[in-house]
């Protein structure tokens, strides 16, 4: 099919502007090139309005991905994606109103199947994004049209690459685990959801540089529940070793304490001490030292429950500029590790 074909009525089959690649972008529903037979394959649709439950008795609403072509989670984060080392992927976004994209953060997939609107096109109606992830790790998807609004919005779910043999070690041949838990943690301000999909695209001020997070959760439970909430409570037996997949999908410095020792395994869907990374190597974080993750971060951290014992986890979001504590010092969540 000819390129003029596949764009037909969109802005690639007008003059191409700066706008082309700002807030007039390409929005088409192409064929997938070079299609192959997927080893796994995911339906994603786009969906709005669920309204979350919030501490202080308020409501706040998410935009997110549900399945479309298997029972709907109605949940928040967007469904986990969990695929393996050298499966051909097939991920299709089906976005009925609107254009929106699912770009799959940190895989390097091809410029076509990247999601990403400015560089590629926003889809309207569907399309497949195809791609080969090769190295194990944690990633996770989101939504690139206006970025920073519909991700802040909710538009993203984890996705975790395993080695080619499943789930249980960090990557061929290399450390195992027995337990785990991913903690994706995120901050909401309010203000934003009354802001429109294309709010700021276009260089208005929306307002997108002001951002005053009320809410802060742990893998979709708000703080405090996230002291006994199981989504975001560990749960150990002496003798295993926990994996941790940490998201940081907020807007601040998310700043990270563990009350027991932590190595991290993996930055951002990179192994370290993997054999064709011999200048990298695992490294640990004592226990109730700080350290710090930026927004998209990610750090696989490795524990191993030798003793039994409830160990805190305590999270503080920080603002980028001033470096305090968001919301007046109580932008923090608590979980818990629990080894019996
Ligand atoms: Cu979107």
Redesign the pocket.
């Known amino acids: 099919m000819a390129d003029d074909e596949i764009f037909e009525g969109t802005a690639a089959a007008e003059e191409v502007t700066f706008d082309t690649f700002g807030c007039d972008v390409f929005q088409a529903n192409p064929p997938t090139p070079d299609r192959l037979t997927p080893d796994v394959r995911f339906d994603l649709g786009?969906r709005f309005g669920l309204d979350l439950p919030t501490p202080d008795r308020r409501e706040i609403e998410v935009?997110r991905f549900d399945w479309e072509d298997r029972p709907q989670t109605n949940a928040w984060p967007s469904p986990t994606l969990r695929v393996r080392q050298g499966q051909v992927v097939h991920s299709t976004i089906h976005s009925r109103s609107n254009t929106?994209?699912i770009h799959h953060h940190g895989l390097n997939v091809t410029p076509f199947n990247d999601g990403v609107g400015h560089t590629s096109f926003e889809v309207s109606g569907q399309y497949t994004y195809q791609f080969q992830p090769n190295e194990p790790g944690t990633y996770f998807y989101h939504?690139h049209?206006?970025t920073v609004l519909?991700f802040e919005m909710g538009?993203y779910g984890l996705l975790i690459v395993d080695p080619p043999e499943g789930p249980g070690r960090i990557y061929q041949g290399g450390p195992t685990y027995t337990v785990e838990k991913a903690w994706v943690l995120d901050d909401l301000d309010p203000r934003w959801r009354d802001l429109d999909h294309q709010a700021g695209l276009c260089g208005e001020d929306a307002g997108l540089d002001r951002f005053n997070p009320k809410y802060f959760v742990v893998s979709g439970v708000f703080a405090p529940n996230t002291m006994s909430d199981p989504r975001a409570v560990v749960r150990a037996r002496v003798g295993d070793r926990i994996l941790i997949r940490l998201l940081n999908a907020s807007y601040s410095i998310l700043r990270t304490r563990l009350g027991v020792n932590a190595t991290v395994v993996s930055v951002d869907g990179r192994a370290l001490g993997r054999p064709d990374a011999p200048w990298s190597r695992p490294f640990v974080i004592p226990a109730n030292e700080a350290f710090e993750l930026t927004s998209a971060q990610r750090y696989d951290l490795l524990i191993d429950a030798n003793q039994a014992g409830t160990f805190n986890a305590r999270f503080e979001f920080l603002d980028w500029v001033t470096r305090r504590i968001h919301d007046n010092g109580r932008g923090v969540a608590n979980t818990r590790i629990v080894v019996t």
């Open positions: 786009v935009w929106h994209t939504c049209k206006n519909h538009m």
